[in-house]
């Protein structure tokens, strides 16, 4: 399985951007499908992920801000980010679940981030 990433650069606060996960290697449909972020010195944490039958789940911090969605069609998932934030820069990295189900450490296999920078 190949995840590859693509949407990322620099926004001012307030402002949008789209990120897109390409997928290739397997049925994408069968599959749950997550975006994580990573920010300089912490943790990577999630942020949003979508199961089989587009059930969503969000971080508390990005609900009402951040839209994931996914186009069977197209083998892809992507992430809709309005109202920008400063807090929001990092690199944000998709990942393929093992399950049709997202679940906490369920990620099987990720690609490489693209970044996400938001100036104030």
């Known amino acids: 399985v190949q995840l590859q990433a693509s949407g990322g650069g620099t926004v001012q606060a307030g402002g949008s951007l789209r990120l897109s996960c390409a997928a290739s290697g397997r049925t994408f449909s069968n599959y749950a499908m997550a975006w994580f972020r990573q920010a300089p010195g912490k943790e990577r944490e999630f942020v949003a992920a979508i199961d089989w039958s587009d059930n969503a789940d969000y971080v508390d911090s990005v609900k009402g801000r951040f839209t994931i969605s996914r186009d069977n069609a197209k083998d892809t998932v992507y992430l809709q980010m309005d109202s920008l934030k400063p807090e929001d820069t990092a690199v944000y990295y998709c990942?393929?679940?093992?399950?049709?189900?997202?679940?906490?450490?369920?990620?099987?296999?990720w690609g490489k981030g693209t970044q996400v920078t938001v100036s104030s």
């Open positions: 990942a393929q679940g093992r399950t049709s189900y997202y679940y906490k450490d369920g990620m099987q296999y």
